[in-house]
């Protein structure tokens, strides 16, 4: 495992994390112990959970792992967030907190998934930055973090707050364009890097062909380019940044764990070089693209399934109409005139982590679905 600094914090992190979004069997206890148990043994020191991660039940999966991870004496940091904003809701989520972590600090506390500025603004009046002094000085955390949605030079503008110890945002392979700007306020003020969404809500690895780019190589082979895997080969590009402390990676089962490890464990690291190649032959067609985050859920007025539509959107972009077709109809089993009921209320726009069109792009859903409607009829 490599080893990063996490900022001015003076704390040494694993450039793989453990995110606690995508367990496979949540209700299988044992089973997620023994994951996150078997993921320290391997190195890895950084763990993300959330309140909201399966309710509670990541945050207790978590709780249960750091008692053994303390008997073993194996070293971790644990990392959480709130989206509560004033201090009296922040006191009453972190205390719940505490207790499922069974933790006296939480090591690094998000201000959670901030999308837009307005949106953080309205937190701050609300208090939110002196809750977080205050419980910092309690050491009820660590560290004042934020989780940040925000792309271009909004991200910027959030971090030259000045206030934040540490940073998680998505950044990816395939979104790396939109979110440079936050390494310059990084940079400068030394901020402790973790991004989320590695693989692209699956997309990496669904389309290994359309991201051959990241080896460096125009074609993949069956087994993976350079013997890697292409969610090794994505991974290896996140490490290869040295402003990225840690890569968080949403493990499913044991096999996810290895596979990561082995990404960091097994290969050369790029050079700088190597980076700008990979960077420059990213096609530029991949910014935009839906990435299951859900964020959207529960937004439509007319419960129109926009995740669903969204992703089945991403084939149109990387592949083709047919694709796109196949989708919806043979994967989530959505019809396409499902896109025709929006009445354009922009709910979804507002919430949408990826500023997505997805008004016009529903109107191009609904217009191939016509389209088909009337060929064949
Ligand atoms: S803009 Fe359309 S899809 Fe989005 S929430 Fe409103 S009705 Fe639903
Ligand atoms: S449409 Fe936006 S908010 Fe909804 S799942 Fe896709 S990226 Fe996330």
Known sequence: MIYRSYGRTGKQVSVIGFGGMRFEAIDDEEACVE?????????????????????????????????QLRRRDLPYYVSSKTFEASEKGIRNEIEQQLKRLDVETIDFYHAWCITDLESWRRRKARGLLDAFQRLRDEKLIGHICVSSHLIGDDIRE???????????????????????????????????????????????????????????????????????TIVQAALRFLVAHRDIAVTLVGFGNRKHIDEAVDAVEKFEALSSAELDQIKQSAAASFEGICTGCRYCLGECPEEIRIPQLMDAYNQLILRDEKEMISRLKDHWDVPMDEAARCVECGRCEDACTQHLSIIERLAKIAATGERNASTTS
């Open 158 to 228: 959030l971090l030259d707050e000045g206030v934040f110890e540490g940073v998680l945002f998505g950044y990816s392979a395939y979104n790396f364009r939109t979110r440079e700007a936050a390494f310059d306020a990084i940079r400068r003020r030394s901020i402790g890097c973790v991004v989320m969404n590695p693989l692209g809500g699956g997309l990496i690895p669904q389309n290994p062909d359309l991201f051959a780019f990241l080896s460096g190589e125009d074609n993949r082979s069956d087994d993976g380019a350079r013997g890697q």
């Open 35 to 67: 994951m996150l148990v078997h993921a320290a043994e391997r190195g890895i020191n950084y763990f993300d959970t959330a309140p909201k991660y399966f309710g509670v039940k990541s945050e207790e999966r978590f709780g249960a792992a750091l008692r």
